[in-house]
């Protein structure tokens, strides 16, 4: 049996980051975008890095950031993975000497596996939802626009939330989902019981 992979995003607060590493989190994903309400300063991000445990993964998002920038914050946190949601090309993606996943934003006519082979060192294809600004703005995409036999491990995110996260991964079966809003009860303010819910939703779906 395949076991999805969860991240929980924008992560904020400490006792939201112990809520999704008890909860069984397998990532948590700290914001690192100003105009965002999840953003975390470098030393909030640090204070929330240092409650993670091993084998828990700490993702940064960037989105369209100054090299300088990514520079900064992999001095100040203990990031593992970059996640980059702009309209980055590969090069400034892996320039940063880490491993990186690249943000797709689903509408119809973008062409996935074209985008894909754009981002040939990607770790994976995180698939969100096309909305004004960056972020998936906790809206469902329509999944049946993802083609078959791509390339990357996907990372399914856009509008899932505990009651369709099982539904979602029945559908897709991709190697991860990834969370925000749908577990939050107010913007950047985790939920401890709906993250429980999620993570337990995604364990019904894989058997």
């Not at 909030?44 to 700490?58: D, G, K, M, S, Y």
């Not at 100054?66 to 203990?78: D, G, H, I």
């Not at 980059?84 to 119809?108: L, M, S, T, Y």
């Not at 969370?179 to 939703?201: L, M, P, Q, T, W």
Request: aromatic share 8%.
């Amino acid at each position: 049996m395949a076991r999805t992979r969860i991240k929980i995003c924008g992560l904020t607060r400490a006792e939201d980051v112990r809520s999704a590493v008890e909860a069984g989190a397998d990532a948590i994903g700290l914001v690192f975008y100003p105009p965002s309400p999840r953003f975390v300063s470098f030393e909030a991000a640090a204070e929330l890095a240092a409650l993670v445990p091993p084998f828990v993964t700490i993702v940064g998002l960037f989105v369209n950031p100054e090299p300088a920038f990514v520079a900064a914050a992999l001095r100040r946190v203990p990031l593992q993975l970059l996640q980059f949601h702009g309209d980055e090309d590969e090069r400034e993606c892996a320039r940063h000497g880490r491993p990186w996943v690249k943000a797709a934003r689903v509408r119809p006519g973008v062409d996935l596996v074209e985008f894909s082979a754009c981002h040939p060192g990607a770790s994976g294809l995180l698939l969100d939802a096309f909305v004004e600004g960056y972020g998936g703005g906790g809206k469902v995409f329509d999944w049946t626009l993802i083609p078959a036999g791509l390339d990357k491990p996907l990372i399914l995110s856009g509008g899932l939330d505990p009651d369709n996260v099982g539904e979602a991964i029945r559908r897709v079966r991709p190697w991860a989902v990834d969370v925000s809003s749908g577990v939050e009860s107010g913007k950047g303010i985790k939920d401890a019981a709906r993250i429980a819910a999620f993570i337990a939703g995604v364990r019904h779906a894989d058997g």
